[in-house]
């Protein structure tokens, strides 16, 4: 018995410096913030990471990084900002702005004027730059309408469908006319107004302009617009 005592003691002893160094697990903190979360779905989103502009201001560079999910803004990091007091205390608001405005209409910090623009024009970037990537998204479908034959030659258009919005109609034939000619543009230009086939006829193209109607029509059909 007398002889197990030290080796309890040591025992002891080494696991107290075991112990005393357990490594932390806390994670540093970052100048981000995060929407609230939706409740969830089952359908999911996948997220897309925008980079802002870098904007050079007075004070230093402002750039701010944009995580959207879907068409809302998920959370907002900077990746660039100035080393100032002023800044450091008014990024987290300008950050909470604008996931509750969900956009760049937001106000300026007081006392960070010039971080609070450039964090603004950093963000619109970065806004402009999702709703383009958005509207390439979208899947185009060209149709061809039918060949219709009238009094003054065969009459036919094409049209570019972004979704279901007519995006542009291009004449693959018309008659060789000058009064075809001029009405052309004027027809199309009301087709892309109206987004649809309910558009007047042309003065001096009558003949034209029904067969522009009638080619447009069933290429709408063919694409149940």
Do not use: C
């Not at 409740?39 to 701010?64: D, H, I, M, R």
């Not at 964090?119 to 899947?139: F, G, I, M």
């Not at 029904?210 to 447009?216: A, F, K, V």
């Amino acid at each position: 018995m007398k002889r197990a005592i030290p080796v309890l003691v040591l025992t002891a002893v080494g696991l107290v410096p075991l112990w005393r160094y357990e490594p932390s697990t806390q994670p540093a903190s970052t100048t981000e913030a995060a929407a609230p979360a939706p409740a969830a779905s089952s359908s999911g989103s996948s997220a897309l990471v925008v980079e802002g502009s870098v904007v050079n201001t007075e004070k230093g560079p402002v750039q701010v990084e944009v995580t959207f999910e879907g068409d809302r803004i998920a959370s907002v990091r900077m990746l660039q900002q100035p080393n100032h007091p002023q800044t450091t205390a008014a990024v987290p608001k300008l950050i909470e702005e604008t996931l509750q405005a969900q956009g760049a209409d937001i106000d300026t910090v007081s006392g960070a004027t010039i971080t609070s623009g450039g964090y603004k024009e950093s963000l619109q970037a970065a806004l402009d730059e999702q709703e383009a990537s958005a509207s390439a998204a979208t899947t185009s479908e060209v149709v061809a309408g039918p060949t219709v034959n009238t009094e003054k030659g065969p009459v036919q258009v094409e049209v570019t469908f972004e979704g279901d919005r007519i995006a542009s109609v291009r004449m693959l034939q018309q008659p060789n006319h000058p009064q075809t000619t001029a009405a052309v543009p004027k027809l199309i230009e009301e087709t892309l107004q109206a987004q649809g086939a309910d558009i007047d006829t042309v003065s001096g193209a009558t003949i034209t302009s029904d067969g522009y109607r009638e080619s447009l029509q069933a290429a709408l059909d063919a694409r149940g617009a």
